[in-house]
């Protein structure tokens, strides 16, 4: 069983940036693929970024892409998820989520989920 603790949310003005990290326990990390997700007030959970085992492939949403990043520490089990030039519309929980598939985008592919954190970007 696979724990996932997120951190580093908060309030923050337009322009500015988060860095959140997604500690995991409990598993080998290393063998997990790993994403973020993030969820709107009034909205359903959508995908932001993810990363493979390695961490040598990424993909994220056209809506974070050139702005957000996503890496992965395997020696500390920590995923960070670094968001600059965060715009009002980023408000919302972020999650991490850990999964064996490779489907790295659909919410179906992970089977681990953290509690959420939330950020919030005030304009």
């Known amino acids: 069983q696979v724990q996932l603790v997120e951190s580093g949310g908060g309030l923050v003005q337009a322009g500015g940036s988060l860095r959140l990290s997604c500690a995991a326990s409990?598993?080998?990390?290393?063998?997990?693929?790993v994403g973020w997700f993030r969820q709107r007030p009034g909205k359903e959970r959508d995908f932001v970024a993810a990363?493979?085992?390695?961490?040598?492939?990424?993909i994220y949403a056209d809506s974070v892409k050139g702005r957000f990043t996503i890496s992965r520490d395997n020696a500390k089990n920590t995923v960070y998820l670094q968001m600059n030039s965060l715009k009002p519309e980023d408000t919302a929980v972020y999650y991490c989520?850990?999964?064996?598939?490779?489907?790295?985008?659909?919410?179906?592919?992970?089977?681990?989920w953290g509690q959420g954190t939330q950020v919030t970007v005030s304009s």
């Open positions: 989520a850990s999964g064996l598939s490779i489907a790295f985008s659909s919410i179906g592919a992970y089977d681990y």
């Open positions: 990363t493979n085992r390695s961490g040598g492939r990424t």
């Open positions: 409990g598993g080998t990390f290393s063998t997990y693929h």
